[in-house]
């Protein structure tokens, strides 16, 4: 059976090119479909698909060793591919039937990277302005979706609509079909790369065995399963952080008069900044590790239909104490690391800033002050149920 280890090693050369380019891209603004391909190709988007459909079949910890790697060579490309697994979990997760069987198809045997379109902006909370309607015999799909990350990257992007009865439906849409335009506009400072901008949909055309209902908030693993690539990614920077100090350390020459060392390397008060940068690094993996396999565990029962309620709100409440353990060590870890040099670590051709500014943006992801809330409202009170949350504005 093939390993993480084999596949971290196939993409060894296409890793090696997006940790080179990653800053230049950044500065370009340059969305390269081509890296996502190179990547599907060597078996990167297929790491969770069964073995029986034509994937890898890997564990949950199993797939994540894979998607740190990818992380700590580019967090814009591993954010800009977190709705391809979440896609191929939702299918996973999903009952057997003819649509579920097509698309794990697809995806392993074609190679196909898929996007996402499920948030709105304008919209009330739990209201979705994106509708799939029967005209004649077709189905059309008409809306507009913001932060769809990877779409600039995808092949096709799964779209979260209402039908004509309000049910939450999820359609494969082809990126290039007639109605379908992709607009690179999001403007944060951070994860510039992620394709989180604006899509619109106007009467595309949809194949019924490309969409499917699911009832989005009912209790289930998949919040704890969404937040775990937030999380994959934060510990990818943080490795990236930890290997660009020290590379960074070890090719300086420049001194100062009252430091302790003939050369950086050298000098004891920037080997404790680095020892402790390092530290932070381990602390973050274990601490990743640890809440992948008790989500492994979880997923499996879910996918059996054996989970209980109980083991599903224990571990939404597990990756939300993991989170507000990683996100403030990788930050720390990515203010310190200039502390190991002077002007010359903000150079942006350095662009050591960009460590920040990833995980600043990441840890901003579905507020990380209310994981807190719901942390101690349920060690007080108990009573937490894993729901998929919404978002909107009342006005």
Known sequence: MTSPQTIIDN?????TEIAATASQREQDREFSRD??????AGGFTKLRIPVEFGGLGFSLPEAFEVLVAVAAADSNIAQGLRPHFLAVE??????????????????????????NALTEVGNKPG????????EDEVFVLTGTKFYSTGSL??????????????????????????????VDDWDGFGQQLSASGTSFFDKVAVDPLDIATRDYTAPSAFQALAQSHHLSTLTGISQAITRDIVTYVQNRTRIFSHGSGDLPRFDPQVQQVVGEVKAKSYAVEKIFQGFAQELD???????????TEAELAAVDLSAYQAQLAVA???????????????????????????????????????????RARLLGADAL???HVAAQYTIGSLS
């Not at 890296?35 to 599907?40: C, D, G, M, V």
């Not at 999903?94 to 898929?114: M, Q």
């Not at 990441?362 to 990380?368: R, T, V, Y």
Request: net charge positive; proline share 3%; charged share 25%.
């Open 90 to 115: 939702s299918l996973l997760i999903a009952p057997d039937s003819e649509h579920r069987d097509k698309w794990l198809r697809k995806i392993a045997e074609e190679g196909v990277v898929i996007g």
């Open 381 to 383: 009170n108990g009573g």
């Open 127 to 134: 209201e979705l302005k994106t509708k799939i309607r029967k």
């Open 297 to 307: 565990l979880v997923v499996n029962k879910a996918k059996a239909g054996t989970a």
């Open 153 to 182: 990257y995808a092949d096709w992007i799964q779209v979260h609509a209402k039908d004509e009865a309000d049910q939450d439906v999820f359609a494969f849409v082809d990126r290039d079909a007639a109605g379908v335009a992709l």
């Open 11 to 15: 993409l060894a050369p296409v890793l």
């Open 35 to 40: 890296l996502a391909k190179q990547l599907s």
């Open 328 to 370: 403030p060590l990788v930050l720390s870890q990515a203010t310190q690391a200039f502390e190991v040099g002077g002007a010359s670590a903000v150079s942006k051709k350095l662009s050591l800033d960009r460590h920040w500014r990833n995980a600043r943006v990441l840890a901003n992801h579905n507020p990380i002050i209310y």
